[in-house]
């Protein structure tokens, strides 16, 4: 990126730290596409005018096929790409209030109207049953030991953290930026075991913008899923690189290769082949959404879920959801004001 403030410079590099490398990255199509709009149009990008950004988001949601990158997009999708567009404005230091006019608003909820986004497949949570088969020796067979042991403790911790799969994992580029291991990843000394739990601090975390660290302490349960019996295994097992310990990763592969998401998610699809699971439906984010609904089912409460998963909004409702059955006692003792009896069965 090059700044107004000159190429290369300290300024440069504060602006581009401000926003995570994976927000960047998720920009990309979004600046790509309107750039590239802006050229095939003549028409100058930066500072975006109001009468620019209103027939580049025209042409996008109603589709261009006579530009590149310029494929129908939903209405939702748009507010994304207006996001992408003022972070850039952002970075160049200009005015921004174009994207708060009320005629871009505007024309973003006609795109939603008119273009509602398809609904996605939802991510089928990872039961901790299912959990419990995935750190089997039948789901890690044919990996290497040490692969074994890191897969294992990382599955059990993702789980009983409730952690999305950034704060887990890292990129390979994370190995040759030290400053940017130890201070977004998750690094050795960063976990301690005591004898009735674990501890484990995440030095940035989605919901701590401040970069205070999170610190997260898991009971030990003392059974195949228990987090802190697999950190220990792992622990271990893993051999000191030449890094000090600051700098060595709380995970890798064998060989010291990065766990990268792809990495993870590839042995997370391989597994559930092994215990004759369809892979399909599972991601990343199904060992939070299957700890949020193990939590719901063990009679916690909505509040306790979301201190557990540190959600600091309702956003904590899209991760569980009630069964049929649940439903229809709520239901029943709606209308006759006591909990059914439970000779009534099961609701499909």
Known sequence: MTD????????????WAGLK???????????????????????????????TL????TGRLYGD??????????????????????????????????????????????????????????RTPISRALLLR?????????????????????????????????????????????QRLKAEFLTVPRVSIAPDHLVVVLPRSKTDRENRGVTIRIARVRDG???????????KSHTASEWPPLLTPLFTFDGGLPFSREGVLAVLRRRLINIGEPPSSYAGHSFRRGAAQHALESGLSEDEIQELGRWKSDAVKRYYKRSPQAVFDLNHRFQIGRAPPAALGSVA
């Open 134 to 178: 995935l750190v089997s020796p039948e789901a890690s067979q044919g990996e290497k030991h040490t692969d074994a042991l890191a897969i294992n403790a990382a599955f059990t911790l993702a789980f009983a953290a409730f952690l999305r799969m950034g704060e887990l994992t890292y990129p390979s580029s994370a190995l040759s930026d030290r």
């Open 65 to 122: 096929p006579l530009i590149p990158q310029q494929a129908q997009i939903a209405g939702s999708t748009l507010n994304t790409y207006l996001a992408a567009l003022r972070s850039v404005h952002v970075d160049l230091a200009y005015d921004d209030s174009v994207f708060d006019s009320p005629h871009i608003r505007r024309l973003v909820q006609g795109g939603i109207n008119l273009f509602p986004p398809q609904p996605r497949p939802e």
């Open 225 to 235: 899923a228990c987090a802190a019996t697999h950190m220990e295994r792992w622990l």
């Open 4 to 15: 107004r403030f000159g190429a290369n410079t300290r300024v440069t590099r504060l602006l």
């Open 21 to 51: 490398a994976t927000t960047r990255k998720s920009y990309k199509p979004a600046v790509n596409s309107y750039t590239t709009w802006c050229h095939a149009n003549n028409t100058s990008p930066w500072p975006a005018a109001l009468a």
């Open 54 to 57: 209103v027939h580049w988001a």
